[in-house]
């Protein structure tokens, strides 16, 4: 799908941001390890929810919609042979993993786009060391357990999905376990919404840091949630407001959220965007100032907000050095790069190295020019929120890749006041 965006926002508009996909993930897995019935309420609707909700059904739950609420029915996990199709969902894959090979029946795994070639070393290794069975060819991936509980030692650099996926399954093992992380451990606040997610599931977990204890033969129980806003969607119209120097009201985000991609509002306030909680305390309004302010930006936590940020610093006066962003490499495409070739085309400089990204503003940015998305819902969306500055429109290929993770994007981009075909 090819869209052509262009024009600017107008003075003042107002977004309801969708419900995060990192949170709806980490619910429905929980609620799926539960025996008993959970509610779920604004569980976000998008290619990677679905892909969870797909391979959650093969391994026993059962998942149904009643109006703007999942049921999900948990009946602990009932593996039924089939294929389990991740579809482009990295969080799908890491996080189910350990879950499979809680029981010992053979699971086969496969996925689509980058999805099968992207690390899993940690997941490799571990099942070496526990002389289990993980063998990978081509698209699918073949393990088997049944796993044992001990203690794991795991790379914090590469993921914290593969944190994610032991703790949903330890506390399901006979034995008390323990995961010692080894740092630099990036991404650690995603670490804390999935310790979020299992302490209201009834569970123990105490976390010191780089070690975590889990105690075994542990039972979920259903959970009663509302997912909150999604930040790193947010953080695409607050970047929006910011270049474009127009006002956006971002409702149905959590001011107080552990979500590590907040660091979305403390990335505008340093740049000179104005940020302010809302008067209901449901979101932020955002303002942009006039002139923005380059400076240095690490990507550990928040390595989803890089394409985003890289379109703020294009805007940015002076030189924004970005750090830790080599996992960017690694994603649904290589994002570094991907951005680099886009933004060029656009007029941008930006330049990096393995783990750098370097973007000198300010920049003029070129409209009327065609760009691609790279199969990648992250970049087609930094490079919409881009066009916002264009001096003509910019067309897009590839733009369907949204449906990844927001699929009403484009919607909400035509709210803003920006013209969309």
């Known amino acids: 799908m090819d869209v052509k965006v262009s024009g600017r926002p107008r003075a003042r508009a107002i977004v309801t941001v969708p419900a995060s996909k990192s949170i709806s993930h980490r619910a429905l897995i929980a609620a799926s390890l539960a025996e008993g019935t959970s509610t779920i309420r604004r569980l976000v609707d998008n290619a990677d929810t679905q892909a969870t909700i797909r391979c959650l059904r093969h391994l026993g739950a059962d998942v149904e919609n009643a109006g703007d609420t999942i049921l999900v029915y948990g009946k602990g996990i009932s593996y039924d042979g089939e294929v389990l199709d991740c579809s482009e969902s990295g969080s799908t894959l890491r996080f189910l993993i350990p879950i499979a090979v809680v029981q010992q029946r053979p699971v086969v795994f496969t996925g689509h786009g980058r999805l099968m070639h992207r690390p899993l070393d940690v997941y490799a290794d571990l099942f070496a060391r526990e002389n289990l069975p993980f063998a990978q060819a081509g698209e699918y991936l073949r393990v088997q357990g049944p796993l044992s509980a001990g203690t794991f030692d795991i790379d914090g650099s590469i993921s914290s999905q593969f944190i994610t996926g032991l703790l949903f399954a330890l506390p399901l093992l006979s034995g008390d376990s323990l995961i010692r992380i080894r740092p630099p451990y990036e991404s650690r606040s995603y670490v804390g919404l999935t310790e979020q997610v299992l302490v209201r599931s009834g569970l123990e977990i105490q976390d010191d840091g780089l070690t975590i204890f889990i105690k075994g033969s542990q039972h979920y129980q259903p959970i009663n949630v509302s997912v909150e806003g999604d930040a790193s969607q947010a953080a695409f119209f607050g970047v929006l407001a910011g270049?474009?120097?127009?006002?956006?009201?971002?409702?149905?985000?959590?001011?107080?959220?552990?979500?590590?991609?907040?660091?979305?509002?403390?990335?505008?306030?340093?740049?000179?965007?104005?940020?302010?909680?809302?008067?209901?305390?449901?979101?932020?309004?955002?303002?942009?100032?006039?002139?923005?302010?380059?400076?240095?930006?690490?990507?550990?936590?928040?390595?989803?907000?890089?394409?985003?940020?890289?379109?703020?610093?294009?805007?940015?006066?002076?030189?924004?050095?970005?750090?830790?962003?080599?996992?960017?490499?690694?994603?649904?495409?290589?994002?570094?790069?991907?951005?680099?070739?886009?933004?060029?085309?656009?007029?941008?400089?930006?330049?990096?190295?393995?783990?750098?990204?370097?973007?000198?503003?300010?920049?003029?940015?070129?409209?009327?020019?065609?760009?691609d998305g790279h199969n990648d819902h992250r970049i087609v969306m930094a490079l919409?929120?881009?066009?916002?500055?264009?001096?003509?429109?910019?067309?897009?290929?590839?733009?369907?890749?949204?449906?990844?993770?927001?699929?009403?994007f484009f919607d909400d981009l035509r709210l803003t006041g920006m013209e969309v075909q």
Do not use: W
């Not at 919409?384 to 927001?406: F, M, Q, R, W």
């Open 243 to 371: 270049i474009t120097d127009t006002s956006i009201t971002l409702q149905g985000l959590n001011p107080a959220s552990r979500q590590g991609d907040m660091a979305f509002v403390s990335a505008l306030e340093r740049a000179g965007v104005i940020v302010e909680t809302s008067a209901s305390g449901d979101g932020f309004g955002i303002s942009g100032a006039g002139k923005l302010h380059s400076g240095t930006i690490d990507l550990a936590d928040c390595p989803d907000l890089g394409p985003v940020l890289f379109a703020l610093a294009s805007q940015c006066e002076g030189t924004t050095v970005f750090t830790n962003a080599g996992r960017l490499r690694v994603k649904e495409s290589d994002r570094i790069a991907c951005m680099e070739e886009e933004m060029g085309k656009m007029g941008c400089d930006i330049s990096s190295t393995r783990d750098t990204v370097t973007v000198r503003g300010r920049t003029a940015v070129r409209g009327n020019v065609e760009v």
């Open 384 to 408: 919409a929120v881009l066009a916002g500055c264009a001096d003509g429109p910019v067309t897009i290929h590839g733009a369907e890749a949204i449906n990844k993770s927001y699929p009403g």
